[in-house]
């Protein structure tokens, strides 16, 4: 019995709160056989010494990462911005439920250099765990996942290759529990925006072997960092990669000042500020003159995008069970809407995109490495999170609407997803750049005839080669626009084909084989003139849902 009045007018258990468990308060590993799938076949030999870490790990973000993330959603970060004689200070103050989340998660840090020592020598991958630990977690909060991970890793490759030894081994100090442990921020955009990089107003000079950094960032996410990469105009006119640390070499404080916290729709937990170098000391992350600072700083863009898109199938994951948990409880006409044919419709649609687009991840951060990769994937993940995130709005009617109810956070978090890191037009400038600078369209389709199995994904892999040789034929203006449509064609077959070949793993009693095949059917087979109203009477719901939520 839940803890509340019962009033004279409430005559049955209906409306009983605790009949209502979402997502929250479960164990996000065991209640998983997606997940479960994919870390028997990623990991091998070492899932049994893995699986325990795994169940740990599913208990708490599933209870106190996702209890915490609803208060820090609630009360937020603050800026403390002078001391009590007026000086500038710019203190961020996380709340206690962010510092009480972000501590039990490096406890438990799946991405620590120690963790991935010893999953090593038990034979586990490392790359898979991390997956594993950053898709659990963004279905807690993807505003913690970006406030520990984001720049991390581009922050220390390039200090390990181009800043002072001095400077390095502040680095590596600061980032001694990995690259997910919240000390880095990528300062990139300005009032101009952030992917024009002609527009780029902050400069920097040289002095002796530091340089001074002066200008204003406009969105800096994870503001209460201790290491940012800033992008900056050197007197060249160049655009170089530096860094910047709180405090100088002499230990005073650096010219770094924040101006506000920004008031963001969602992803409360990640402060995001407007930031202001006022000649602060900073150190180039390239070789003068030789641009690749900036070259290895895009390469590691792609890794973020494809952290990026595991926010999005988070979000996605995480509406989908808490759809199904709404949909088992609600009852409407008589039986509990899981049980109305509209409804396992939207069910069996959702389960469906979800497992493609988790697979698309799983495979740009786990298996080869392709170039249009991370620019499909968010492409088709990031989005799906906002779909996902306004169907479970929808499946929970009115209350969905409401902030007590988990599904509207949300649905305000997976809105930046596709914003971060590039937004769909970038996306697709990107998938034209590799295929008109590095051929990359070559290896990507050779990987998915060694993916495909069925004769319609392969039908469409040579329907796809040829569009993209159309596509090459186009006016550059034309292709520009057609780059969209193409792009999405790309990442449909891209999907089917990863299903079909987690079909072939063995690992489920055919039920992956389902998923493929109706993932296919939707996205690339031709329905005919009645659009498949006409199609036979096939009920695979419960098949799709005993795979989905254990």
């Known amino acids: 019995m839940g803890r509340y009045l019962i009033e004279p007018f409430d005559h049955s258990d209906r409306y009983a709160t605790e009949r209502y468990q979402g997502a929250a308060g479960r164990n996000w590993w065991t209640c998983d056989p997606t997940l479960r799938l994919l870390m028997r076949r990623h990991l091998g030999d070492g899932f049994a010494w893995a699986e325990p870490h795994l169940e740990r790990l599913g208990a708490l973000m599933g209870g106190l990462v996702a209890e915490c993330a609803e208060e820090t959603d609630r009360n937020p970060p603050r800026l403390e911005k002078y001391d009590k004689w007026g000086r500038d200070v710019s203190r961020v103050v996380m709340p206690p439920s962010f510092q009480a989340a972000r501590a039990a998660l490096m406890e438990d840090n799946f991405t620590s250099p120690s963790f991935a020592e010893e999953a090593r020598a038990n034979g586990a991958a490392p790359s898979a765990l991390a997956a594993a630990w950053t898709y659990l977690l963004d279905q807690a909060d993807i505003g913690?996942?970006?406030?520990?991970?984001?720049?991390?890793d581009m922050v220390v490759s390039l200090a390990e290759k181009h800043a002072p030894p001095d400077v390095r081994d502040r680095v590596r100090e600061i980032f001694a529990d990995g690259y997910y442990s919240g000390e880095a921020a990528q300062m990139f955009t300005e009032r101009t925006g952030g992917s024009d990089l002609a527009a780029l107003e902050a400069w920097a000079e040289p002095d002796g072997e530091a340089w001074r950094l002066t200008g204003f960032k406009w969105f800096a996410s994870n503001a209460n960092g201790s290491a940012f990469v800033v992008l900056a105009r050197t007197p060249d006119g160049s655009v170089a990669p530096f860094l910047a640390l709180w405090e100088r070499r002499d230990g005073s404080r650096n010219g770094v000042r924040i101006r506000r916290l920004k008031d963001k729709l969602?992803?409360?937990?990640?402060?995001?500020?407007?930031?202001?170098?006022?000649?602060a000391e900073a150190f180039l992350l390239a070789g003068r003159g030789s641009g690749s600072g900036l070259g290895t700083m895009m390469k590691l863009t792609n890794a973020s995008r494809l952290g990026v898109a595991m926010?999005?199938?988070?979000?996605?994951?995480?509406?989908?069970?808490?759809?199904?948990?709404?949909?088992?409880?609600?009852?409407?006409?008589?039986?509990?809407?899981?049980?109305?044919?509209?409804?396992?419709?939207?069910?069996?649609?959702?389960?469906?995109?979800?497992?493609?687009?988790?697979?698309?991840?799983?495979?740009?951060?786990?298996?080869?490495?392709?170039?249009?990769?991370?620019?499909?994937?968010?492409?088709?993940?990031?989005?799906?999170?906002?779909?996902?995130?306004?169907?479970?709005?929808?499946?929970?009617?009115?209350?969905?609407?409401?902030?007590?109810?988990?599904?509207?956070?949300?649905?305000?978090?997976?809105?930046?997803?596709?914003?971060?890191?590039?937004?769909?037009?970038?996306?697709?400038?990107?998938?034209?750049?590799?295929?008109?600078?590095?051929?990359?369209?070559?290896?990507?389709?050779?990987?998915?005839?060694?993916?495909?199995?069925?004769?319609?994904?392969?039908?469409?892999?040579?329907?796809?080669?040829?569009?993209?040789?159309a596509w090459h034929g186009l006016d550059p203006a034309l292709a520009e626009e057609r780059l969209y449509p193409l792009a999405q064609f790309m990442a449909d077959v891209y999907a089917a084909a990863l299903l079909e070949d987690q079909a072939g793993w063995g690992l489920d009693d055919g039920r992956k084989t389902l998923v493929a095949r109706l993932y296919a059917e939707a996205h690339l087979a031709d329905r005919g003139p009645l659009r498949g109203i006409d199609a036979p009477a096939a009920d695979h719901f419960d098949a799709l849902l005993a795979g989905a939520l254990a």
């Open 144 to 152: 913690m996942g970006c406030a520990l991970g984001t720049g991390g």
């Open 266 to 279: 969602g992803t409360r937990s990640v402060a995001s500020a407007e930031v202001e170098f006022t000649g």
């Open 311 to 469: 926010m999005g199938v988070g979000v996605a994951r995480r509406a989908l069970v808490e759809s199904i948990c709404y949909a088992r409880s609600r009852e409407a006409f008589g039986r509990p809407l899981i049980d109305q044919p509209l409804m396992r419709r939207k069910l069996a649609e959702l389960i469906v995109e979800v497992e493609a687009a988790q697979a698309m991840v799983f495979d740009g951060l786990v298996g080869p490495r392709l170039r249009l990769g991370p620019a499909l994937i968010k492409l088709r993940a990031a989005r799906l999170g906002l779909t996902a995130a306004s169907d479970a709005i929808e499946v929970h009617g009115g209350n969905g609407y409401i902030e007590q109810w988990p599904v509207a956070r949300l649905l305000r978090d997976a809105q930046v997803n596709p914003v971060w890191e590039g937004g769909d037009n970038i996306l697709c400038l990107d998938v034209r750049r590799a295929m008109l600078r590095e051929e990359a369209h070559v290896p990507f389709l050779a990987r998915l005839r060694a993916l495909a199995t069925s004769d319609l994904v392969n039908a469409r892999i040579d329907d796809l080669s040829k569009a993209v040789e």
